[in-house]
């Protein structure tokens, strides 16, 4: 009888030889758990990446406790500061599309640059401008994001609103001047409005389950 090959079987979905098809299909899916388990073994180089480029960092980013994930990652040698090659995003762009500011803060503290470009020439803010949560964009400002620098594209990032009113509001964190009162009131009848949606829309769910 043949010895067996311990590395035979283990070659993984994508070919990436030594990593086990349990690792692979926890990347694949996202399962942070699954994947942090895997990396605590030690047989796992938190380095690695998947056939499309996913990473464990990349993964975790949106979870809940990203941050601590990020931090975990990275005192068992993660580079964290890496551009996806599909995307030619870094971890700090996924962060702002997703609104995960913990994940930001924790980057920032890793010693990770937060106001990088992407492939595209975007910065983070950029993405949180165009998600018109003013929320977020305070946050970025608490974090020390410039709000004045122009992107690749000439672009600064009040370009990017949707609205009037957020237009408004970022102007006022670029210039660090006080934002007009008439922007003030348009974007509280903005938030009431949306406020008044989204009660109509619970109470319509709601008599329809009666």
């Known amino acids: ?9 283990n070659k993984g979905q994508d070919g990436a030889r030594g990593v086990s098809s349990g690792y692979l299909t926890a990347l694949k899916k996202g399962n942070v758990t699954q994947i ?17 480029g996913m990473r ?17 990652l990275k005192e068992r040698g993660a ?17 702002a599309l ?36 003013m929320r977020l964009m305070n946050k970025m400002h ?7 620098r122009r992107n690749v594209l000439g672009k600064l990032p009040e370009h990017y609103a949707k609205a009037k009113h957020v237009k408004g509001f970022v ?9 007009s009162e008439a922007n003030r009131l348009l974007r509280q009848r903005v938030d009431l409005a949306i406020g008044l949606r989204r009660d109509n829309s619970l109470r319509q769910r709601q008599s329809g389950n009666l």
């Open 171 to 179: 102007r006022s964190l670029r210039t660090g001047r006080p934002e």
């Open 79 to 95: 580079t964290l500061n890496f551009k996806e090659p599909l995307s030619g995003m870094r971890l700090a762009h996924m962060a």
């Open 1 to 9: 009888m043949k010895g067996r090959n311990p590395r035979k079987g």
């Open 56 to 72: 464990a960092a990349s993964a975790v980013i949106s979870k809940p406790n990203s941050a601590r994930y990020l931090r975990e």
């Open 142 to 148: 608490e974090l020390g994001i410039p709000f004045g």
């Open 36 to 52: 942090m388990k895997h990396i605590r073994t030690g047989r796992v180089n938190p380095n690695f990446a998947d056939k499309m």
């Open 98 to 133: 997703s609104g995960d500011i913990s994940a930001l803060k924790a980057l920032k503290g890793l010693g990770v640059p937060i106001d990088q470009r992407s492939e595209g020439g975007l910065r983070p803010v950029d993405f949180i401008v165009a998600s018109s949560d």
